[in-house]
């Protein structure tokens, strides 16, 4: 059984200074502003709020680190959770949100220490545009060491037969609710394997 036996938040960074180092593996959360990134990270952890999740969207603004420790069988693995301002956000300029997508890209380009991208998204809304952008930009920039993961969010907005649907189109995908915390250990569990495993 894979466990979270502690999960701390270690720094907030802006993508040009203060860059924590790259000492450890890492899992990136990123997509669309509201999509619950934030939330989910709180899923996984079993935390109510350490990453802050809002209503709002665009709580999200900096690059957020958690310290991760997992236990298996009496071991116990240390890695960290990174989560990405959510792009989209229709609040900010055109001239922000292009400066900021300019740099979260580099970002999620040089970052080695980066072994799994985690990419949400929302399960009422599969085919967005720019969800496929996405999808596309992490398969060109994937290093061979690096894994992409798909998390639908907010599956409890959808009846069994449009969850039902939404499964056989896309068939790697994981299907989680962060309201009613299903799907969570299946995700931690691939999470956690396509690091240590
Ligand atoms: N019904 C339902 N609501 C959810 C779920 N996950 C998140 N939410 C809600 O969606 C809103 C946004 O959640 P966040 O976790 O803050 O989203 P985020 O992706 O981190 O947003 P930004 O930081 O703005 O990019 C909050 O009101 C959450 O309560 C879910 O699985 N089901
Ligand atoms: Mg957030």
Redesign the pocket.
């Known amino acids: 059984m894979i466990e979270v036996i502690n999960a701390s938040f270690l720094k907030s960074c802006t993508t040009k200074d203060n860059m924590i180092d790259e000492g450890m593996s890492e899992i990136a959360f990123l997509?669309r502003?509201?999509?619950?990134?934030?939330?989910?990270i709180n899923s996984l952890l079993n935390r109510k709020n350490l990453a802050k999740?809002?209503?709002t969207?665009?709580?999200?603004r900096l690059i957020n680190f958690f310290e991760i420790t997992y236990r298996k069988n009496q071991e116990k693995y240390l890695c960290r959770f990174v989560d990405l301002?959510?792009f989209g956000?229709a609040k900010v300029s055109k001239s922000m949100q292009e400066e900021w997508s300019k740099h979260l890209n580099n970002f999620i380009i040089n970052r080695a220490s980066i072994r799994v991208f985690v990419h949400?998204i929302d399960a009422r809304h599969p085919n967005q545009t720019i969800d496929k952008n996405v999808k596309d930009f992490l398969k060109t920039i994937k290093k061979n060491d690096q894994r992409i993961i798909e998390i639908f969010?907010?599956?409890?907005?959808l009846n069994q037969k449009e969850l039902f649907k939404l499964k056989k189109e896309f068939q790697n995908g994981i299907f989680?609710?962060?309201?009613k915390q299903n799907g969570i250990k299946q995700a931690n569990e691939i999470i956690f394997n396509s690091i240590f495993g």
């Open positions: 997509g502003s509201n999509v619950g990134k934030s939330s989910f999740s809002s209503s969207p665009g709580k999200t301002p959510g956000y949400l969010t907010k599956c409890d907005k989680v609710s962060n309201l």
